[in-house]
């Protein structure tokens, strides 16, 4: 299924959640350079900011990966929900999507033959 929530047909979340990961592996070793007296307080301060950055950058990804899971999770359901016709399923999708909607619609009784 292609991502909704996209620049130019590329999706968002695969795109920011790099940026995250390496702030924070390179943070780590900044900290650990520094703390083995291999450099200058200048590797505590690049942590620093690499943390920020992470935290900036993780929070980002997040709000895109929930947009997108929302968006993907609405569109399955209800995708899945119509291919049933019949029987326990159509019970069950009366009942979903009367959740979904907000509704008390009566739901049809599936005949059996």
């Known amino acids: 299924m292609p991502s909704k929530a996209n620049i130019y ?20 070793l900044a900290d650990v350079v520094y703390e083995a007296g ?8 690049f942590a620093y ?3 920020i950055v992470g935290i900036a950058t993780a929070i980002a990804a997040a709000i895109a990966g929930l947009v997108e899971y929302s968006i993907i999770s609405y569109v399955l359901n209800f995708a899945a929900l119509k291919s049933l016709d019949s029987g326990p399923q159509e019970s069950l999708r009366c009942i979903i999507s009367n959740t979904y909607q907000g509704t008390r619609r009566p739901c049809r009784r599936p005949m059996h033959i």
């Open 9 to 28: 047909g590329h999706p968002i979340h695969p795109m920011l959640i790099a940026f995250p990961i390496v702030s924070f592996v390179l943070a780590f």
């Open 38 to 45: 291999w450099a200058g307080s200048d590797w505590s301060q």
């Open 49 to 51: 900011i690499l943390l």
